[in-house]
């Protein structure tokens, strides 16, 4: 899915108009398609109160407000400004007790403003929803959030969920902006055919339909050696945790067979947790090359420690030319150490850094998400699956990818772990570095998602998302 900037989608509404669809029509698409994503996100909740401005922002809250109240459920709006709409209340009504127990959606300005807050709408912003107890949506974008630049206006609103019009806006993927914008869902819109490809390339929103059409299909008469070899070399005293997980996380991608090769010292850990993988004790990292499968897919680094002779296996491994691997956590911190290795590092290679060990590898203090991602692929061939909020997947001379599942309980150690396994086991069955990336980030996230309807986000652990990534897979088939 496109993600665009507002000329662009200011050009895709004209395009719509021009092919017949009138504005009103596109108004009615964009309000039913919010209260359908609503729904869907607060499945339990009854009542919801909408405050709106006087554009076009909050005419699409005013079609979903009645789209709610179609479907049973209790919706009130309320504005700063004078309607002529009787739905429309004044803020002299919202009392205390309007807000208990209700969904709080923001419906005051839309993509077009800039600036800082003013006036009545700054006012709303920052007594409603600064201080708002339950849940926060906001349509199309917060308010005080630029959807361009993602530059945001003090006092902006802070929303769980932004329901977005026909297509993710930029702005949105900005590291200051995330914290307000929350979970991105889209309403579609009646675009013309061609219309969305005519803006040429662009970023992309990694969701169910391209990960439905990327997920690997098993045949009847399928064996395990069909379906590759991941080779987990993890672990140390101590982190024998991340190397289990690593290793469950390749198991339930659906790799045909796990080896993990272990130090000497953690293999009885290690192999009284993984039932279903062989799992090999070593003295020298070195050893592990000569004990790794032809053809298998290595997964290093969760839980290695950052040693001379990790280093030295690391080198080694580079030196294999064009073998497929995922590096990972302190692998990614060696090869901080010896960053001239990342101009040999092939296109079969995927690195999964979070923030801090990318900023390590790039030598950077901080700054855009994006802006490193740029300077990663000026330098290297291999995929990279920066982690966070939305994840990016990039690689030189492919999209920009970020990803459209997860949520903040999956921010506690281990989930890393987790995820190397995943994207080792996709590639395994023969995906390659850029895809398995964006797969494994929808199916990690998907599980940690599902994962919440037996958790809260406070108690949700790595182990909680490994039972679910069954349903994760399941829900693409």
């Not at 991105?184 to 391209?210: C, H, K, N, T, Y």
């Not at 690997?216 to 399928?222: E, F, H, I, M, Q």
């Not at 850029?434 to 652990?461: I, K, N, P, T, V």
Request: with cysteine.
């Amino acid at each position: 899915m496109r993600i665009v900037t507002v000329a662009q989608m200011r050009a895709l509404e004209r395009a719509a108009v021009g092919a017949g669809v009138g504005e009103a029509r596109l108004m009615e698409e964009a309000g039913r398609g919010v209260a359908r994503c609503l729904m869907e996100e607060f499945a339990c909740a009854r009542r919801f109160v909408f405050f709106c401005g006087k554009g076009n922002n909050g005419g699409d809250g005013l079609v979903a407000a009645r789209a709610l109240w179609e479907a049973g459920r209790v919706a009130r709006c309320f504005s700063p400004f004078a309607s002529e709409d009787a739905r429309v209340e004044p803020m002299s009504r919202c009392a205390p007790g309007v807000l208990e127990g209700a969904v709080l959606i923001d419906a005051l300005l839309g993509i077009g403003a800039t600036g800082p807050l003013r006036g009545e709408i700054g006012e709303v912003a920052r007594s409603i929803f600064g201080s708002a107890a339950g849940p926060v949506a906001a349509l199309d974008v917060p308010t005080g959030v630029d959807a361009d630049t993602g530059e945001v206006a003090a006092g902006a609103v802070r929303a769980d969920l932004t329901v977005t019009c026909g297509l993710p806006k930029i702005g949105m993927f900005v590291a200051g902006a995330q914290s307000h914008v929350g979970r991105i869902r889209v309403a579609p819109l009646p675009f013309p055919d061609g219309a969305v490809e005519a803006l040429g390339d662009g970023p992309d929103f990694f969701s169910e339909a391209e990960a439905r059409a990327m997920l690997p299909r098993r045949a009847w008469s399928a064996h395990k050696g069909n379906f590759g070899h991941v080779v987990v070399i993890a672990g140390a005293v101590g982190t024998s945790g991340a190397a289990v997980m690593a290793i469950e996380g390749a198991l339930h991608a659906g790799a045909g067979l796990v080896t993990a090769i272990v130090p000497e010292d953690v293999q009885p850990i290690v192999a009284s947790h993984v039932m279903e993988a062989m799992v090999r004790p070593f003295r020298e990292p070195s050893e592990c090359i000569a004990r790794a499968p032809e053809g298998a897919v290595f997964v290093v680094g969760p839980g290695l420690g950052v040693t001379d002779a990790g280093a030295r296996l690391l080198r080694e491994l580079v030196g294999r030319g064009e073998a497929p691997m995922v590096l990972d956590a302190d692998a990614i911190n060696m090869l901080a150490r010896e960053r001239p290795l990342l101009s040999r590092l092939g296109d079969g290679v995927l690195l999964t850094p979070h923030p801090g060990e990318m900023r390590r590898l790039m030598d950077m203090d901080g700054g855009d998400r994006a802006v490193a991602c740029e300077r990663f692929m000026a330098g290297s061939r291999a995929a990279l699956l920066l982690k966070g909020a939305h994840s990016i997947a990039c690689q030189a001379g492919r999209t920009m990818s970020f990803n459209s599942t997860g949520n903040p309980g999956m921010a506690t150690g281990g989930m890393g772990d987790v995820l190397a396994g995943i994207c080792g086991g996709l590639m395994a069955q023969g995906l390659g570095a850029y895809d398995a990336a964006r797969l494994g980030a929808f199916l990690h996230g998907r599980a940690g998602d599902l994962a919440l309807d037996r958790e809260s986000q406070e108690s949700l652990l790595p182990r909680h998302l490994i039972a679910r990534l069954g349903d994760a897979f399941r829900s693409l088939r």
